[in-house]
């Protein structure tokens, strides 16, 4: 029998069909849920954090390369915070900062409307927080290479007068969650005075950089808060009060899903289960203060 002229082609199709059916798992997997920090991890992870408002912000000159990533005449920003409170770290009235150039357009915007930021910095704050996470050259005149800053808005841009919303307000609010913070215990508060008095009792108490853990939770408990992008997750600090906190949780995982209309509820108290299980394994066994 004489085959068809275009049989070689028609498998060829065939299976790039299968194979783009087999990657349609992997492709849907790839994309990857928000990370909310929560108000107690914001604090607990850094090594310092101060309230204030940005005084000065400009490019200047720089002799050599910023990082081992920037490029040779790369021009870094110069900023100067006036801080009006220090909630981790020494005691300043004004803190200088040079950092690597990034977006800073949102830097502008809260220097022109005098807005009230939350800054914090640390060595393990480039991988943990969104957005705007930029690396630091130089703190109070010395190097600071391995840091990373971020600036915070604890409440929402307010909108003109005109009663439209610039790109810039609508961005804002949008990455800062209108002024929103889960905490370690899973609620959501709102504002200047409830995220500052969440983070000065937390400082208070634990004195000590601490490490994270993050805990996926369904995609509904986090647009509570804010946009969870996909599958979203919420880190929490290594520290007793967070055990209490997942114990509860793995006795009772309608403590999150009785808050929202899942899509599934069966399947989403089996995932917080799990994942409660796995959060808690990264306690340790012995060392770990149960206060």
Known sequence: ?????????SRLNHALVV????LVPVLASAQIGRTFVSAEAYVGMARIVHVG???ELAPI???KPLTERDTTGSKPWRLVLDVSETIRGDEVKRLELVFSPGVTDYLGYMRDHSAEILLMGGPAVGSRLYPYV???IKEQGRQSTGEWYQFRLMDPVIVPESGKQTSMEK???SYFDSGRMFTHEFAIVT???AILGRMRAFARKH????????LPVPHEFGKLCGDPNAGPFISLPLCPETKATLFALKNDPGLIVRRINAWNADFALSQLRSATDKALAEFPEKGQRDE
């Open 1 to 9: 029998m004489k085959s068809g002229g275009n049989q070689p082609t």
């Open 19 to 22: 194979l783009l059916l087999a």
């Open 53 to 55: 408002k940005i005084v």
């Open 61 to 63: 000159e720089h002799g």
């Open 134 to 136: 930029v690396r630091g």
């Open 171 to 173: 961005t804002l609010n």
């Open 191 to 193: 504002g200047r005075e």
């Open 207 to 214: 004195t000590e950089v601490l490490a994270t853990v993050t």
